[in-house]
């Protein structure tokens, strides 16, 4: 999937759609974000404490309440963890993850991402819809092995000669420094709008 990407996404098209971007007034969110990342930064080795205040401030940024569906809390904190040193999780730490927090990738992403915003990208049905033009049924979205490949193109992006422009773009846009991973997803993510 990640060569197949590639091949699609030209620096070209990427740059039109970061241009596009534009910031609605109500999505004042935005402002959160950056606490979000503070928090975490400022934590050295997270605990299950961490774990429970970080899943419940990102179900915030969710459309349904949060539900601790599993016993897996201890193990799913050495998992992020991890992600905060930059590891990424296989398919099946994916799904410790996602078994504790509401049975959510989009959930596990949105936290790994604040954790840990150098390595991991936000992953939702925005995003889905702008990489792949097809309606974003669960099943899609919730597929770790999509999300890891989405992972491995941000990579490719992020690590081009060209993100320096497209990063610089949508920090304008936005009004504040972000990494390259997140500046990536956000163009994604405003340009996945439902097809008309």
């Known amino acids: 999937m990640t060569d197949k990407l ?29 606490e979000f990342i503070q928090y975490f930064k400022s934590i050295d080795k997270l605990t299950q404490h961490h774990t429970v205040i970080g899943i419940s401030f990102t179900y915030s940024w969710m459309p349904t309440i949060l539900d601790f569906r599993s016993d897996k ?73 999509t999300y890891l490949e989405y992972l491995s193109f941000c990579d490719i992006i992020t690590n081009s000669t060209s993100i320096n422009k497209l990063q610089q773009i949508v920090e304008q846009k936005v009004g504040y420094k972000l990494t390259k991973m997140r500046a990536v997803e956000l163009i994604f993510f405003y340009n996945g709008a439902k097809f008309k």
């Open 73 to 145: 809390i201890e193990e799913a904190t050495q998992i992020l963890n991890n992600a905060k040193q930059g590891i990424q999780p296989s398919k099946t730490e994916l799904d410790i993850l996602k078994s504790c927090f509401n049975n959510s990738l989009v959930g596990s992403s949105k936290l790994l991402h604040f954790i840990n915003p150098e390595k991991f990208a936000i992953w939702d049905s925005r995003v889905y819809r702008y990489l792949f033009k097809q309606e974003p049924h669960s099943y899609r979205v919730e597929n770790n092995s």
């Open 6 to 34: 590639t091949e699609i996404f030209k620096f070209e098209r990427l740059l039109q759609d970061a241009q596009k971007i534009t910031i609605p007034d109500e999505e004042k969110y935005l402002t959160a974000y950056l």
